[in-house]
């Protein structure tokens, strides 16, 4: 038995021209995707997010997924009755919230996204910052405020480069410093520092708002596009979970990366609508 054929639509054809010279300038490119936020709780979106991954991969690209897990990392500490509390955007971190990160990213959530993107049709590695010594890590400025967060010093990106040669990288966003002392690190400064120690073509945040709205109440105040200067100048006003995705934003346009995008991860396909087409969706910083 064949099954019939379907003639394509102008509007696909349409898309798939747009998406031809995308493809052509990111062939080869390194591009790093900060996986978190409502992408990470919707069985929907997670399998539009590892399709999507997969199909960057089929592209000639060359994608490096960094993730956190916060609303398992809560789900969890609620289940054990653990206080939740963010500072400045950053989780208020007792060694024992520390431990129980640690097994949410590395038990639970990195082993689900390598499965998923395995089960789309291309192999997926799982790492942490401790694998190969890749994040070299330091207590965060405020950590009086916020006990045990670590901030990445610096990414050594052999292993990544390795790994990435044939497989697509999933960095979960735990690490140590050079005493054994595990600290949890906020993902999306990691995600900025590993795309600059790559010096990748951009860096992708997924996140659970249209992008940095001017007003926060207010989605349709969405900032489509604004310079590195502009946005290192409005860091000090910027509260709750925004801040640390513009601060890696900043971090990563000063690293060498060549853009940055906040992407709404509630839309599915999220990634391909940004990176593809003409108009874009989020927030892009350029240098």
């Known amino acids: ?64 997924v960094v993730h956190g897990g916060g609303p398992d990392i809560t789900h969890y500490m609620e289940r054990l009755g653990m206080e939740v509390k963010f500072h400045e955007g950053l989780r208020v971190s007792d060694p024992d919230t520390v431990e129980v990160a640690k097994m949410v990213l590395l038990g639970k959530v990195n082993s689900d996204i390598v499965k998923r993107i395995n089960r789309h049709g291309q192999p997926a590695v799982g ?40 497989y697509i990288p999933v960095v979960a966003s735990a690490a140590a410093d050079v005493h054994g002392h595990s600290f949890n690190v906020n993902a999306d400064a990691a995600a900025g520092k590993v795309a600059a120690a790559l010096r990748a073509h951009k860096v992708m945040f997924l996140t659970d708002v249209a992008g940095w709205l001017q007003d926060p109440a207010v989605e349709t105040s969405l ?61 892009m910083v350029t240098p």
Do not use: W
């Open 223 to 283: 900032i489509s596009e604004a310079r590195v200067d502009d946005v290192e100048h409005a860091l000090g006003d910027i509260q709750g979970g925004m801040r640390p995705k513009l601060a890696a934003c900043v971090e990563a346009i000063r690293g060498g990366v060549g853009s940055a995008q906040i992407v709404d991860g509630r839309r599915p396909h999220s990634l391909l609508l940004e990176l593809f087409t003409d108009a874009g969706i989020g927030t």
């Open 127 to 166: 790492l942490s910052g401790e694998d190969g010594s890749m994040f070299s890590v330091r207590p965060v400025a405020n950590a009086e405020h916020v006990g045990n967060v670590g901030e990445v010093e610096r990414v050594d990106v052999d292993v990544i480069n390795h790994i990435a040669a044939d």
């Open 1 to 64: 038995m064949t099954s019939q054929r379907t003639e394509p639509t102008h509007v696909s054809v349409e898309t798939l021209l747009e998406a031809l010279p995308y493809i052509k300038e990111y062939h080869g490119r390194t591009v790093v995707i900060k996986y978190g936020g409502a992408a990470m709780a919707d069985e929907a979106l997670m399998d539009a997010f590892a399709t999507d991954i997969v199909l960057l991969k089929y592209v000639g690209m060359n994608p490096v």
